[in-house]
């Protein structure tokens, strides 16, 4: 049924004026969608970030809590190691041996304070055990908090916090050598994200590495959607991370499960 065959419908059942103001509401709808998105571009364009941007109602914190608290976890967060076979062409166990051998044999000093932020179910918390003295585990999800006390709770180099607050504020300053992040900051808005690099300047050691996985530019904005990706850009992560003090070393887009996600690697100077 097309719009005016819809608007004749409701006009006679719930009489004229009621679909009159029902088809001004749904074209407010389609104008402020439209609007929306025109602003995210200009935010991402212009590197605009903080209070009242567009681009940061979206992916926030009470929206990924309800996503993580209810996600279906029994696959320890492999589905998306599996992706990597549909986007990439690659095989999955291949490229998560990539990864770690890369990235965390690479970055990840053996008998290190590592932090990571957003473990999950541990898919790669088992990973940095391997090479940490001590790993602090921090999500704002409750749900995969107890996840990972049941897998690593026993461990007693394994200290777990749920975030509640947006920050870091369990970790003191200048004790963690590496900040971890995989599958975690893409789905963060630039508003939370400037937050945490200011956190995570504030945790590491001088020296101390960040190895942080966000988004980047996608092919269309089908494939940016349905990978649930913020409006964070490889420049604006940059940028922000600059602005903290934190040096980008490295922007990988060769390592990330899905085409058009960054790997960035920082260093507190």
């Not at 935010?43 to 209070?51: A, F, L, S, W």
């Not at 001590?134 to 007693?156: N, Q, T, Y």
């Amino acid at each position: 049924m097309g719009r005016l065959g819809a608007f004749g419908k409701y006009a006679s059942e719930r009489g004229l004026g009621w679909a009159l103001l029902y088809s001004v509401r749904k074209a407010s709808e389609r104008a402020i969608a439209t609007v929306d998105k025109r602003l995210v571009r200009i935010e991402k364009r212009r590197r605009i970030t903080g209070p009242n941007t567009v681009s940061s109602r979206y992916h926030t914190v009470k929206e990924n809590t309800a996503i993580w608290d209810t996600w279906d976890w029994s696959a320890r967060g492999e589905e998306w190691t599996e992706d990597v076979r549909r986007y990439r062409g690659i095989d999955p166990g291949v490229w998560k041996g990539q990864l770690v051998d890369e990235l965390i044999v690479g970055r990840v000093p053996q008998d290190s304070v590592v932090l990571e932020i957003g473990p999950g179910a541990g898919r790669w918390s088992e990973f940095l055990l391997q090479r940490a003295g001590r790993l602090i585990l921090a999500d704002i999800s409750s749900k995969c908090v107890e996840i990972c006390r049941e897998r690593f709770g026993e461990d007693p180099r394994v200290e777990l916090h749920r975030i509640d607050d947006g920050t870091l504020s369990f970790v003191g300053d200048d004790v963690v050598d590496v900040v971890w992040a995989y599958d975690v900051f893409v789905h963060i808005n630039p508003e939370d994200t400037d937050r945490y690099l200011g956190e995570i300047r504030r945790v590491l050691r001088s020296g101390g590495t960040g190895v942080i996985h966000h988004p980047g530019t996608y092919a269309n904005e089908d494939a940016h959607t349905k990978g649930y990706r913020s409006h964070v850009t490889a420049q604006l992560f940059a940028d922000i991370a600059s602005k903290h003090g934190l040096a980008v070393l490295e922007q990988d887009r060769s390592l990330s499960h899905m085409p058009g996600d960054v790997v960035s690697v920082l260093s507190k100077e």
